[in-house]
């Protein structure tokens, strides 16, 4: 009725449909194409975009910024993949990013004659993946396995989705994967989630809305190769302030925050990680997997901040008893200690490598014979 209304009033108020018009196709408008200069006018439109990429591309790597492969859920795929096409029987590394910055694979190479499959995570506990490892009947080889008190015995999980994206991961993205690998992050240093437009807009001194905390994030830390292994970036070891942004980002991150579980409910969380991971390793060690628990360093405050909120009586003992696995904890070995930890938490470059060879050395003393 109202349609029928509009249209004795205005009759070009609406528009015939097809329904309006049975048997005749709706006619295709027609819109003239002006005459311009198209050739020009895609000359300049590529210049200007090569001048804007050229200009981020400078100005990144005038701050310090060089390509790198990028420490995707993809690449870290590629890596898990490796288990299950062949290469069942190496030594892999789990853990969160103080092995994945310390452990240099080149160095442990060089020492054990075989490279070893980088799977360690930043900010994730390894339990999850520790399982996953032990429910897959290909993998018999050795494990090493990380262990960052906060994030180990909390179930921390910020990368937790890839074993999800490995699990799922489609052809595209296997192959958009590929390409970028090859064509893009060896040729660009912006092509960083820590350079992008948006992330850069997010964490600039904006007025602080009433009601909301104050942005913060962890910024870029590290340099990673093709088979994730990673050593920590130059510039956290050489610009005071972007060191100093770093260790404040870790005192918020591992401090005390308001709304956490109770001292009860933290202790059920520890229990329950613990005992997953002895669930796991005696999956593992009952098809001949050697696993061995490691302890990275750390310093204060973080360290300190560590031993109480996750006292080595009531997690790492524990731990190593429920497993039955054995352990290298760093405050136990003089050789894994006074490293350079530039914000407190991961080892500068060359220490790392020194770190790799000194825990080698102590792995075939005490735990394992070189492969």
Do not use: C
């Not at 070009?12 to 003239?32: I, L, N, W």
């Not at 904890?329 to 490598?353: I, M, N, R, T």
Request: aromatic share 10%; hydrophobic share 40%.
């Amino acid at each position: 009725m109202v349609a029928d209304l509009i249209l004795q009033r205005a009759p070009h108020a609406m528009r015939e449909t097809a329904a309006d018009r049975p048997g005749v196709a709706q006619p295709v408008p027609k819109r003239p194409v002006p005459e311009r200069p198209w050739v020009r006018v895609l000359v300049q439109a590529f210049l200007m975009f090569a001048v804007l990429v050229g200009g981020w591309e400078w100005y990144w790597r005038d701050y310090g910024a060089s390509p790198s492969i990028s420490n995707s859920d993809g690449l870290w795929a590629m890596q898990r993949r490796r288990i299950d096409a062949g290469e069942g029987d190496a030594t892999v590394i789990l853990g969160s990013s103080r092995l994945l910055f310390d452990l240099q694979l080149d160095v442990w190479e060089q020492l054990d004659g075989k490279r070893p499959i980088q799977l360690a995570l930043e900010g994730t506990s390894p339990v999850s993946f520790l399982e996953d490892l032990a429910d897959d009947p290909k993998f018999t080889g050795r494990l090493i396995v990380g262990v960052t008190p906060g994030l180990f015995f909390t179930g921390g999980a910020f990368r937790g989705r890839a074993l999800d994206y490995f699990r799922k991961e489609s052809p595209s993205q296997r192959v958009g994967q590929w390409l970028s690998m090859r064509l893009v992050e060896p040729n660009l240093a912006f092509y960083d989630p820590d350079f992008a437009l948006g992330t850069v807009l997010e964490r600039q001194a904006w007025p602080q809305r009433e009601g909301l905390p104050p942005f913060f994030s962890v910024r870029k830390l590290s340099v990673s190769e093709a088979d994730r292994n990673t050593h920590m970036w130059s510039k956290v070891e050489h610009d005071a302030a972007y060191r100093d942004y770093a260790r404040g980002v870790w005192l918020k991150v591992f401090g005390p925050r308001p709304g956490g579980p109770s001292p009860e409910e933290a202790a059920k969380i520890r229990d329950k990680q613990i005992e997953r991971a002895a669930q796991a390793v005696t999956k593992l060690r009952a098809r001949g997997v050697a696993v061995l628990f490691v302890r990275a360093p750390s310093t204060d405050p973080l360290l300190g901040g560590e031993e109480h909120a996750f006292p080595r009586a009531l997690t790492w003992d524990v731990l190593l008893h429920k497993t039955g696995a054995p352990g290298i904890h760093f405050q136990d070995y003089k050789e894994l200690q006074g490293l350079e930890q530039p914000e407190w938490s991961h080892l500068s470059y060359a220490d790392a490598k020194r770190f790799t060879a000194a825990l080698h050395g102590i792995v075939v003393k005490e735990v394992w014979k070189p492969r």
